[in-house]
């Protein structure tokens, strides 16, 4: 059975532009969250979608977005990117999200320049 | 106060050693218990998933969580330099509230 799937796996933009980063979940997984991972912060919530609607958000500005599609799928996009997102961004995938087991993609490493 | 505390090490023991690894947690509402292993370089990896308090063991690794105390542990015996990693727990509440981690531990295992 194929694991979470993320890309790409890395990324380098400059200040002020826009990124969107991809997951694809487990199959028959309907929940996919988003996580930004720092060395000084350490894993933080962006969001979670559930049949293609954002059922938790985070406490991140509003340049940080996401969707997902009918095949789960999901994408999150960045808007005019500052130096502090540089980050590792992570997607987990479960079956129903909450207090089902998740499980990880590799992350995309996002350094902003 | 964050929801879960966590030492971020580094820890760094001998081969064979056995290791004890904690967190701690504030909200009462919390019922859902997980470790998860992260190598440089790579994404969380699931090793251990608990619900209730006590025990659970799956081979060198043991989970312990007291929800009295809103402490949850993990125990690697006979550890291996291939342990060497970050180790975060997680912890969730019923529902589809989100998972909320430690900021992880680094524990180098050393031959």
């Known amino acids: 059975k194929a694991g979470v799937t993320q890309t790409p796996r890395y990324l380098i933009k400059t200040r002020g532009q826009q990124v969107t980063l991809s997951c694809s979940p487990i199959?028959?997984?309907?929940?996919v969250s988003w996580y930004q991972q720092t060395p000084g912060q350490g894993l933080q919530f962006l969001f979670e979608y559930f049949s293609e609607t954002q059922r938790n958000k985070g406490n991140f500005p509003g340049r940080f977005s996401g969707r997902q599609f009918s095949n789960s799928r999901s994408e999150m996009n960045v808007s005019t990117l500052e130096l502090g997102d540089s980050a590792l961004y992570l997607c987990?995938?479960?079956?129903?999200?909450?207090?089902?087991?998740?499980?990880f993609g590799q992350g995309t490493r996002l350094t902003v320049v | 106060q964050k929801e879960v505390e966590q030492d971020p090490g580094p820890l760094s023991v001998p081969e064979g050693a056995i290791v004890s690894l904690n967190c701690t947690y504030s909200?009462?509402?919390?019922?859902?218990f997980m470790w998860y292993r992260q190598y440089s370089r790579k994404g969380p990896e699931l090793l251990m998933y608990t619900y209730s308090s006590g025990n659970k063991e799956d081979g060198r690794f043991t989970a312990q969580v007291d929800k009295s105390s809103k402490y949850i542990s993990l125990f690697i015996r006979d550890s291996q330099p291939s342990d060497s990693a970050t180790y975060l727990c997680?912890?969730?509440?019923?529902?589809?509230?989100?998972?909320?981690f430690g900021k992880g531990t680094r524990l180098s295992v050393i031959a």
């Open positions: 997680a912890t969730v509440g019923g529902g589809n509230t989100p998972l909320v």
């Open positions: 909200n009462s509402a919390f019922q859902y």
């Open positions: 987990a995938s479960s079956s129903q999200g909450g207090d089902t087991e998740a499980f």
């Open positions: 199959s028959g997984h309907r929940s």
